[in-house]
């Protein structure tokens, strides 16, 4: 046995193993599971095991749902949905501080069945996991309490279907479940296939503090349980997982009510400045990649470093990364612990190898691994190009690459060289330097000199392929909750596109006008070459330009190099704003007459200068907040622009529903691609004229006049459109949400409303995402 000199000469350490007699002695008492479904659990069926990653062997035998469990499930939750949504707020407050309670009780049985059933180390799962978790339930109890106040007229969904993996079993459950059941929906949730035991115990506690039945439901299985409850009765989807899962399920709901939200794959950059505090960012990078052995969405799996300290920093690192120790995730000493599944340890060793092949060189430390069990030990593949399909592809193991930048400007570049958007790291001791990265980088979630920093008031979720919606805080709430309903209003019918103009009966003794589109701030003649006959009361009005997938693919082109709007301050968009609605109101009588001719209310002009008052009012006020996470952090909560949007407009009110859509999506800064009303869009087309006279930069807003569904399918197809608004008929809604799945772009599609009351914070809400930035504050 080793003396403390010894001891204190090689720093070794001895190991300190966690008791798991409790979690075995539970498990063999109450395995083989069935469902929980209504209060209590069904009967085992249809069993598979579910095994320690640690060491290979089965820990149960878990019930593999099917479409009848599922289908039992949600009808529960709907049989139990009207008396627990009507339950005053107070009294869901108490279950859910009940369930924290509960779940503080068990906070070392948990800890230690999470480590079992996926194989990360008990100092994750009792330090961050485990706490983190009742965090949310605690934090959604004030929710609960304060819904009236906060989110007034809004709704619960109804019945929810959540969908988590298997890297954070106990924390994505709470994630979910708590905001769902604050705001006042039941649920059907599905654990990960490969770690459904920390649900199952849940479902225990969700007895143990009484909740009435029904209200939580949940139902293990494999992917196809998952789709199941996808196909089911529910209101609302909310998933955690793959990309390419994601975009299966955007296509599977697209034709349906159900509200979605997604959080999904990425390959997130570590930014490292020259001005870093080096030691710091190699403590960041163990955090970020070697956390839960890499095994996280927002691990930060590309490191770029300036080449000035490049080889300082790898140096650094390769000292670090033989430090660290993989072994029993029982043991308090182990930083890394087992992969979670056989299946995911040969994913991660082909990627590494896909890596190494591709130029890369692989730097490991020398160590034993385990003989049982899944392990890998924690690398880095530098010299990895962005082309390396190491550096595209996310491979959720211990592995980081390294790629070396020279200016701010390229490692911007490199940084949103990824379809994903989920998170950044950016290390500098220059504040100004890293809050400039940070608004340049496409992510919903920033650190500054700290990564994998969580809280329950703080939203989570990504940009691009990273999927939409937050989960957490304020808008992670407003993601279980339903806005107040819109009354419908029938639309004019379609032109018919295929019908030729007439030249006698468009025939005038005037000077001929030419109406075009409007793509990059100048008028500009289809690609087509065709036009369409508008008509209004039997009589033909006179010709648009009919537009095309090409003058769709122009006009993004133009808005994309519009991106200068968005970095205006608010005061400066708002007076554009203020000019369009001055050169407007100046030219009211022509525009009025138009309507006039059109069969259309005269008085949608006045409305609409109105309306971009409103909006001009809401560019510099429509503020983010400052969150009051647990950690010496300042969490802000940023609106930003989408980007580039598509704007499907109605084709009734074709002056007030364009610019009702248009100029809240411009006064948040946005670039926006429009499509105006079909049957009469001359007055969309009238419009530009008065952009032109208003300062509105070429390229901000560009119309495309035509057939609205084609145009919208090319638009919600389109890779460089990062979201999308469609006003339209059923067909037309489930077209654009299912086309939209190529870049998982986010959809707003409702029906035509009356749209002189149709202004508000939730357009504002729906123009912007939230990035969370956190930056260190205070010691």
Same mark, same amino acid.
């Given at each position: 046995?080793?003396?403390?000199?010894?001891?204190?000469?090689?720093?070794?350490?001895?190991?300190?193993?966690?008791?798991?007699?409790?979690?075995?002695?539970?498990?063999?008492?109450?395995?083989?599971?069935?469902?929980?479904?209504?209060?209590?659990?069904?009967?085992?069926?249809?069993?598979?095991?579910?095994?320690?990653?640690?060491?290979?062997?089965? /820990?149960?035998?878990? &019930?593999?749902?099917?479409?009848?469990?599922?289908?039992?499930?949600?009808?529960?939750?709907?049989?139990?949905?009207?008396?627990?949504?009507?339950?005053?707020?107070?009294?869901?407050?108490?279950?859910?501080?009940?369930?924290? %309670?509960?779940?503080?009780?068990?906070?070392?049985?948990?800890?230690?069945?999470?480590?079992?059933?996926?194989?990360?180390? $008990?100092?994750?799962?009792?330090?961050?996991?485990?706490?983190?978790?009742?965090?949310?339930?605690?934090?959604?109890?004030?929710?609960? @309490?304060?819904?009236?106040?906060?989110?007034?007229?809004?709704?619960?969904?109804?019945?929810?279907?959540?969908?988590?993996?298997?890297?954070?079993?106990?924390?994505?459950?709470?994630?979910?479940?708590?905001?769902?059941?604050?705001?006042?929906?039941?649920?059907?949730?599905?654990? !990960? +296939?490969?770690?459904?035991?920390?649900?199952?115990?849940?479902? +225990?506690?969700?007895? +143990?503090?009484?909740?009435?039945?029904?209200?939580?439901?949940?139902?293990?299985?494999?992917?196809?349980?998952?789709?199941?409850?996808?196909?089911?009765?529910?209101?609302? $989807?909310?998933?955690?997982?793959?990309?390419?899962?994601?975009?299966?399920?955007? %296509?599977?709901?697209?034709?349906?009510?159900?509200?979605?939200?997604?959080?999904?794959?990425?390959?997130?950059?570590?930014?490292?400045?020259?001005?870093?505090?080096?030691?710091?960012?190699?403590?960041?990078?163990?955090?970020?990649?070697?956390?839960?052995?890499?095994?996280?969405?927002?691990?930060?799996?590309?490191?770029?470093?300036?080449?000035?300290?490049?080889?300082?920093?790898?140096?650094?690192? %390769?000292?670090?990364?033989?430090?660290?120790?993989?072994?029993?995730?029982?043991?308090?000493?182990?930083?890394?612990?087992?992969?979670?599944?056989?299946?995911?340890?040969?994913?991660?060793?082909?990627?590494?190898?896909?890596?190494?092949?591709?130029?890369?060189?692989?730097?490991?430390? @020398?160590?034993?691994?385990?003989?049982?069990?899944?392990?890998?030990?924690?690398?880095?593949?530098?010299?990895?190009?962005?082309?390396?399909?190491?550096?595209?592809?996310?491979?959720?193991?211990?592995?980081? =690459?390294?790629?070396?930048?020279?200016?701010?400007?390229?490692?911007?570049?490199?940084?949103?060289?990824?379809?994903?958007?989920?998170?950044? #790291?950016?290390?500098?001791?220059?504040?100004?330097?890293?809050?400039?990265?940070?608004?340049?980088?496409?992510?919903?979630?920033?650190?500054?000199?700290? =990564?994998?920093?969580?809280?329950?008031?703080?939203?989570?979720?990504?940009?691009?392929?990273?999927?939409?919606?937050?989960?957490?805080? %304020?808008?992670?709430?407003?993601?279980?909750?339903?806005?107040?309903?819109?009354?419908?209003?029938?639309?004019?019918?379609?032109?018919?596109?295929?019908?030729?103009?007439?030249?006698?009966?468009?025939?005038?003794?005037?000077?001929?006008? =030419?109406?075009? /589109?409007?793509?990059?701030?100048?008028?500009?003649?289809?690609?087509?070459?065709? #036009?369409?006959?508008?008509?209004?009361?039997?009589?033909?009005?006179?010709?648009?330009?009919?537009?095309?997938?090409?003058?769709?693919?122009?006009?993004?082109?133009?808005?994309?190099?519009?991106?200068?709007?968005?970095?205006?301050?608010?005061?400066?968009?708002?007076?554009?704003?203020?000019?369009?609605?001055?050169?407007?109101?100046?030219?009211?009588?022509?525009? @009025?007459?138009?309507?006039?001719?059109?069969?259309?209310?005269?008085?949608?002009?006045?409305?609409?200068?109105?309306?971009?008052?409103?909006?001009? !009012?809401?560019?510099?006020?429509?503020?983010?907040?400052?969150?009051?996470?647990?950690?010496?952090?300042?969490?802000?909560?940023?609106?930003?622009?989408?980007?580039?949007?598509?704007?499907?407009?109605?084709?009734?009110?074709?002056?007030?529903?364009?610019?009702?859509?248009?100029?809240?999506?411009?006064?948040?800064?946005?670039?926006?691609?429009?499509?105006?009303?079909? #049957?009469?869009?001359?007055?969309?087309?009238?419009?530009?004229?008065?952009?032109?006279? &208003?300062?509105?930069?070429?390229?901000?807003?560009?119309?495309?006049?035509?057939?609205?569904?084609?145009?919208?399918?090319?638009?919600?197809?389109?890779?460089?459109?990062?979201?999308?608004?469609?006003?339209?008929?059923?067909?037309?809604?489930?077209?654009?949400?299912?086309?939209?799945?190529?870049?998982?772009?986010?959809?707003?599609?409702?029906?035509?409303?009356?749209?002189?009351?149709?202004?508000?914070?939730?357009?504002?809400?729906?123009?912007?995402? $939230?990035?969370?930035?956190?930056?260190?504050?205070?010691?």
């Amino acid at each position: 046995m080793p003396t403390v000199n010894d001891i204190l000469d090689s720093m070794d350490y001895g190991p300190a193993p966690e008791a798991a007699g409790e979690v075995t002695a539970w498990l063999t008492a109450r395995a083989p599971f069935g469902h929980f479904i209504d209060g209590s659990f069904t009967a085992p069926a249809d069993t598979f095991a579910t095994d320690n990653p640690a060491t290979g062997e089965a /820990l149960a035998q878990v &019930s593999q749902g099917s479409a009848q469990d599922v289908a039992l499930a949600v009808k529960a939750a709907r049989k139990a949905a009207p008396k627990w949504a009507g339950l005053a707020g107070h009294e869901r407050a108490k279950y859910l501080y009940a369930i924290a %309670r509960h779940l503080q009780k068990r906070a070392r049985f948990l800890a230690v069945l999470e480590v079992l059933d996926n194989g990360k180390p $008990i100092r994750e799962t009792r330090d961050i996991d485990v706490p983190l978790a009742i965090r949310h339930f605690y934090h959604h109890a004030g929710w609960a @309490e304060l819904l009236t106040d906060e989110f007034p007229d809004h709704t619960p969904h109804g019945v929810c279907g959540q969908i988590i993996p298997w890297n954070f079993p106990l924390l994505m459950l709470a994630w979910k479940i708590a905001p769902a059941l604050a705001a006042g929906n039941t649920m059907v949730l599905k654990p !990960a +296939e490969y770690t459904p035991l920390t649900a199952l115990a849940f479902a +225990e506690i969700c007895a +143990e503090v009484g909740l009435p039945k029904g209200v939580v439901n949940i139902v293990t299985g494999d992917g196809a349980t998952g789709a199941a409850l996808v196909a089911s009765d529910v209101d609302k $989807i909310a998933f955690t997982g793959s990309t390419d899962v994601g975009r299966t399920i955007r %296509r599977a709901t697209a034709g349906t009510p159900k509200a979605l939200t997604l959080e999904l794959g990425g390959k997130s950059p570590f930014i490292v400045f020259p001005d870093a505090d080096l030691d710091a960012a190699v403590e960041g990078v163990v955090d970020a990649i070697w956390f839960n052995q890499g095994e996280v969405c927002c691990a930060g799996s590309r490191i770029l470093v300036s080449e000035a300290i490049a080889r300082d920093f790898t140096d650094r690192l %390769r000292a670090r990364l033989g430090k660290l120790r993989v072994g029993d995730p029982l043991d308090k000493c182990t930083d890394l612990g087992a992969i979670v599944h056989p299946t995911q340890l040969t994913r991660i060793r082909d990627l590494v190898s896909a890596g190494e092949a591709a130029g890369a060189t692989l730097i490991q430390p @020398e160590m034993q691994l385990p003989a049982k069990g899944c392990y890998f030990a924690p690398g880095l593949l530098v010299g990895a190009e962005p082309a390396n399909p190491a550096s595209a592809e996310e491979i959720f193991g211990p592995v980081a =690459t390294v790629t070396t930048f020279r200016t701010p400007a390229e490692a911007v570049q490199l940084a949103n060289n990824t379809r994903y958007g989920l998170s950044a #790291s950016i290390w500098s001791e220059n504040i100004t330097l890293a809050l400039d990265i940070a608004a340049q980088v496409k992510a919903g979630v920033v650190w500054v000199n700290c =990564t994998n920093q969580f809280d329950a008031a703080a939203g989570f979720g990504g940009m691009r392929e990273s999927g939409f919606g937050r989960e957490g805080g %304020r808008e992670g709430m407003a993601a279980y909750l339903r806005a107040p309903e819109v009354k419908s209003k029938p639309e004019a019918s379609a032109p018919d596109f295929k019908a030729m103009p007439s030249p006698a009966t468009l025939a005038s003794s005037g000077i001929d006008r =030419t109406p075009k /589109l409007y793509i990059g701030g100048k008028q500009v003649r289809p690609d087509s070459g065709h #036009s369409y006959t508008i008509t209004a009361k039997g009589r033909e009005l006179g010709l648009a330009p009919l537009g095309s997938r090409k003058d769709i693919r122009n006009a993004v082109e133009a808005a994309h190099k519009a991106g200068a709007w968005g970095k205006q301050t608010g005061h400066n968009r708002a007076q554009v704003l203020y000019y369009i609605a001055e050169n407007l109101a100046a030219r009211q009588g022509e525009f @009025e007459a138009r309507l006039k001719e059109a069969g259309h209310d005269a008085s949608e002009v006045a409305a609409t200068v109105a309306r971009a008052f409103y909006y001009a !009012a809401w560019a510099d006020k429509f503020d983010g907040a400052v969150k009051s996470t647990q950690s010496a952090k300042i969490t802000l909560a940023m609106h930003e622009p989408w980007g580039v949007m598509g704007v499907a407009c109605p084709d009734a009110s074709p002056l007030l529903g364009f610019a009702s859509l248009v100029l809240p999506a411009i006064a948040m800064g946005n670039r926006v691609v429009a499509v105006p009303a079909q #049957s009469m869009p001359l007055l969309a087309t009238d419009l530009y004229q008065v952009f032109d006279t &208003s300062d509105l930069p070429g390229g901000v807003v560009n119309i495309v006049t035509g057939p609205r569904d084609d145009l919208a399918k090319t638009l919600a197809q389109h890779d460089d459109v990062a979201a999308m608004w469609y006003c339209g008929d059923a067909q037309g809604r489930e077209m654009v949400k299912g086309e939209s799945a190529g870049n998982l772009k986010a959809i707003w599609a409702f029906e035509n409303r009356d749209w002189r009351d149709a202004q508000g914070r939730e357009l504002l809400n729906r123009a912007t995402q $939230i990035k969370t930035i956190w930056v260190p504050y205070g010691e």
